[in-house]
Structure formats: C-alpha cells, structure tokens
T-cell receptor
C-alpha cells in the first residue's frame, strides 16, 4: 500500500482484557518498529523487526507485551491483561534498507478503562 | 544517544518564517541530525536530515554550525497547516532506536 496502515484506529479495553493491534507496513519494507506515545510525550521505542526476526525488544514495558511478525510483513502487537497505564497511542513504522527516516502509521489509540 | 534540548512551544503567524533551535552539546562525530513533524492524530513524519552546514528540501531548511552543538530547523512562510509538534533527533545514521523527546509545539495563527 501507499503508507503504513494500522488497525483499529481506536480501541477501548476493560482492565484485564487482552488486545491485539495490527500493523501493515509498506510493501517491501524490511524493517518494522513499534513505538508507544503517551499523551503529551514523544514516541518511545518498543521493539524492532527485520523481516520476521525480532532483533530488539528492549523497549517492551513488561512481559504482558508481545509482538510478532511471522511472515515478515504484517505485525501484531499484543497486550495481555491490560492496565490503565497501558493507555497510549501505539505507532508502527517501517523503512526500506536505503531510505532516510521511517514512515509511521497514524497509530492505534488504546484506552483502558 | 546524544541528549537534545528544544523549546517546548513557539507561536507564529501565517506567512512568517519559523526557526526552531535544538541544542545537542554531546553530539558524537558520526551522529546525524534529523527532524520529524507530527500533526494531531497522526504519526511523526520525516522532514529533513543533515550532518553539517546546510540542507534544504521542499519543506524546510536545516542549518548546522561548524561545531555541530546545535541545529536550526527553518520553516519558510508558514501556514495554519504547519501547526504541529516538531522533534529534533540526534543519532547514528543507521540507529533504529529513535529518541524523540517532548518536541516543540508550533502554533501558527491567522
């Protein structure tokens, strides 16, 4: 597609519920990233994939967060047993090997109530 | 990652030039300076990247003095649609872990 697509755009979850957030990167982009953006803050790194390999997950805040990219294209960020502090915008970005900068999606706004 | 400091907010009017200065005193020899723009309800968008002197594209100019301890993003003749948060990042060219900070909120008024 022309850009990075994320779904859903908005998600309201009850505390304790599991959620799955989807990212469709730009076709052919090898690298994929997930970032978390709290209200009024800049995005913060969560995890990085190169093709299907998760090369860095150092930014995942707890073991309730899990990301996968099984076929090297679409990625899913899963959050188990959601807590109120998980409320944020989750951004996905992708990049080609030879490009400057990343292309971000519009994000999924997660609200845990 | 080198720490960056930029103003929290700036106000301007349509048609004016906006200059946002970012301080990065601890920039390393191989670090590049990159600026992103973020509109409400959207992800950040790459604007411009440079290493030294001046870089210009269709959106903005980036001025980097010889000591590279600061940089200035220049937006010529802003319009209402340039209202956004602007982030200054300093990192190696192939560093995938971007550090955004809080950015500068630029508000353009009619």
């Amino acid at each position: 597609g022309a850009g990075v697509s994320q779904s859903p755009r908005y998600k309201v979850a009850k505390r304790g519920q599991d959620v799955a957030l989807r990212c469709d990167p730009i076709s052919g982009h090898v690298s994929l990233f997930w970032y978390q953006q709290a209200l009024g803050q800049g995005p913060e790194f969560l995890t990085y994939f190169q093709n299907e390999a998760q090369l860095d997950k150092s930014g995942l805040p707890s073991d309730r967060f899990f990301a996968e990219r099984p076929e090297g294209s679409v990625s899913t960020l899963k959050i188990q047993r959601t807590q109120q502090e998980d409320s944020a915008v989750y951004l996905c970005a992708s990049s080609a090997a030879d490009s400057k900068g990343y292309t971000f999606g519009s994000g999924t706004r997660l609200t845990v109530v | 990652l080198a720490k960056t400091t930029q103003p929290i907010s700036m106000d301007s009017y349509e048609g004016q030039e906006v200059n946002i200065t970012c301080s990065h005193n601890n920039i390393a020899t191989n670090d590049y300076i990159t600026w992103y723009q973020q509109f409400p309800s959207q992800g950040p968008r790459f604007i411009i990247q440079g290493y030294k002197t001046k870089v210009t594209n269709e959106v903005a100019s980036l001025f980097i003095p010889a000591d590279r301890k600061s940089s200035t993003l220049s937006l010529p003749r802003v319009s209402l649609s340039d209202t956004a948060v602007y982030y200054c990042l300093v990192a190696l060219i192939n560093d995938y872990k971007l550090s955004f900070g809080a950015g500068t909120t630029v508000t353009v008024r009619a």
